[in-house]
């Protein structure tokens, strides 16, 4: 791997307008081309899950080819993250509120993607549930899914909505999504079985329509043994000096009992990268710093020409919150034979 050097250009604009005029509704084509699936992507971040459904990038030596998919329609709060996305995504993106996002929904689409806010169920949250304020966004992803009646949705999360004290909540979702006439499954992934390097557990629940096939989770590629270690991912970024417009900038914060001050070990993933870290993220195996953002980006599986379009906070907040582009695009493979399968 090679690191990136230089851009030819400033890395954001502070003042860049996103959001369409009040209430003037979106008109969305639909896939240009036939043999392609329309996706609407929800609390889409800075494009993580996005760019793995859409394929067509290199990461650590290997290329993930393009997906049959296309993006019509997607959506975040975070201009910064809207920002990234346009910029990397090359498409627009509705910036704002996701309750006032669905009524500029369009009318359709095949498939469905998104991660609900995890903070009320994360175990580094307040432990509220579906009932917190955020993690019960996970209802507009519900009403999305009653308009535009996808053949399949994905939804994201964390692993703690599979612990005991999320019970509870889990069998909310799960229900709200079966009552819309879906066949449910879920299961946990380990984003280093699928080449990611950072040991990063996540729940992916998918909806099938009714007379769709069922889906098959994608296999593991790899174990253990063979899990890319942290080394292996930024070894090549050592000796390079601080670089704004690549994002390898880091946190100057000095140790505190805060969670994730870890020292990275070099033969092993990285550990999981937060989204709220407030600039204690894990320290470099070797030198005296912190991780950049870069690196944090390398971890999460992001090709070295998706620059983030936002300052340090801002680009820890989005790296930590994304879905990985590795797992999304083994995810999406998979939602490609399913609906590939069902047309047979």
Known sequence: MKALQSLSENVFDETEELKPKKNKKILLPKAKNANRYTVVSLFSGC??????????FTVFGENYA?????????????????RTYKRNLGAEIFCGDIWQAI????????????????????????????????SGL????????????????????????LMQHNKKSLERVLSDFKDLGY???????????YGVPQTRERVIIVGTKRGVSAFSPPKPERDKNSWISAKDAIADLERLEEDPAFNHIWSKAAKSAEQGNRR???????????????GNIQFH???????S??????????????????????????????????????????????LKKSER
Request: proline content about 6%; some cysteine; hydrophobic content about 40%.
């Open 47 to 56: 494009g993580g899950m996005d760019l793995g459904f859409k394929g067509g």
């Open 66 to 82: 393009k997906n049959p998919f296309e993006i019509v329609w997607a959506n975040d709060i975070n201009e910064a993250a809207c």
């Open 103 to 134: 009524d500029q929904l369009p009318s359709s689409c095949d498939v469905l993607i998104g991660g609900f806010p995890c903070q009320d169920i994360s175990v580094n949250g307040k432990g509220a549930g579906v009932d917190g304020k955020k």
């Open 138 to 161: 996970y209802r507009a992803m519900v009403e999305a899914v009653r308009k535009l009646k996808p053949k399949i949705f994905i939804a994201e999360n964390v692993k703690g909505l």
């Open 183 to 193: 066949d449910i499954s879920y299961q946990l992934y380990h984003a280093a079985d």
């Open 264 to 278: 990275l070990l070099p033969d092993r993933p990285a550990y999981t990268i937060r989204a709220e870290c407030h």
């Open 285 to 291: 195996y070797k030198l005296r710093r912190r991780i």
């Open 293 to 338: 953002m870069r690196e944090a980006a390398r971890f999460q599986s992001f090709p070295d020409d998706f620059i983030f379009e936002s300052k340090l906070r801002e680009t820890e907040r989005q790296i930590g919150n994304a879905v990985p582009p590795i797992l999304a695009w083994h995810v999406a493979r998979a939602v490609a034979e399913t």
